[in-house]
């Protein structure tokens, strides 16, 4: 077993207007945006923080709206083998959403969902990983958040697939429980399950910022929308809660300068 099994490895912003959103990120977030140059994969960008690559940004196919997918970020679990896991998360309740299929060069993926409709994907790369910088760097992916249909057993499914253990459990009150998973001594995220006007489960990603109130200037000032927000979470960190222009949901979260 690998050391990333388990661990989220990539995400992918699947939108209906790839360079209004390249524009809107770029700007908010600080990425840097190139094509990807892979060989027939056209129209794919890369988004980074420094030499960091931080995720892909891609346009939304007619296969998944025909789905009823919308705009929206997509997280990659690593996996020692994506069809073994897509396998087994079906015979735990989930759900394949496009099969196991091959990225020449690159790795092998599935896009999947857990038993209450929540979507992320399975990643099995080629190589070895590059070294992860700080979590505490402006730009990167820190903290993944699952609005569930339901928080425990949510965490019962994701636990036997992917070895997750439990962190701390905080009480919000009328908000249920907050559960913070992980593995070893990294915390990855937290699970908590949704509130009742959110119509359907769903990963929300979280991108370390430099100051949170900067952060949502530039959020609105660019055409995006804060849904929450700044709001002061334990280790004297903001975040906000938003959506982009094309109405996919993401999440930032940093200080108070």
């Known amino acids: ?36 140059g892979m060989p027939g994969i056209e129209g794919y960008t890369l988004f980074s923080a420094g030499e960091f690559r931080v995720a892909g940004l891609m346009t939304l196919s007619e296969e998944a709206k025909a789905r009823g997918a919308c705009p929206g970020w997509l997280g990659y679990i690593a996996v020692d083998d994506v ?43 080629m190589g070895e990983a590059p070294p992860m910088p700080s979590m505490n760097t402006p730009g990167i992916i820190a903290w993944r958040e699952l609005n569930a249909g339901d928080g425990p057993s949510a965490f019962t499914f994701y636990s036997g697939l992917f070895g997750w253990r439990k962190g701390e459990a905080m009480d919000m009150g009328p908000m249920g429980v907050y559960q913070i998973y992980g593995k070893g001594d990294v915390d990855f995220g937290g ?35 804060v849904l929450n927000g700044p709001m002061e979470v334990p280790g004297s960190m903001w975040i906000i809660q938003g959506k982009d222009p094309q109405g996919a949901r993401f999440a930032v979260v940093g200080p108070k300068v």
């Open 1 to 36: 077993m690998s050391d990333l099994q388990g661990s989220f490895i990539w995400y992918e912003l699947m939108t209906s207007d790839t360079k209004a959103a390249e524009t809107f990120y770029k700007v908010v977030m600080g990425w840097d945006a190139v094509d990807s």
């Open 83 to 125: 069809d073994a896991a897509a396998e087994a998360l079906t015979s735990a309740g989930g759900k394949v959403m496009r099969a196991p299929d091959d990225i020449p060069g690159v790795g092998r993926f599935a896009v999947v969902a857990d038993p209450h409709g929540a979507v992320f994907g399975l990643f099995k790369g």
């Open 191 to 225: 699970i908590m399950t949704k509130s009742s006007d959110i119509a359907m489960p769903f990963w929300l990603y979280y991108v370390n910022v430099a100051d949170i109130e900067a952060a949502g200037a530039r959020i609105t000032a660019n055409g995006g929308q």
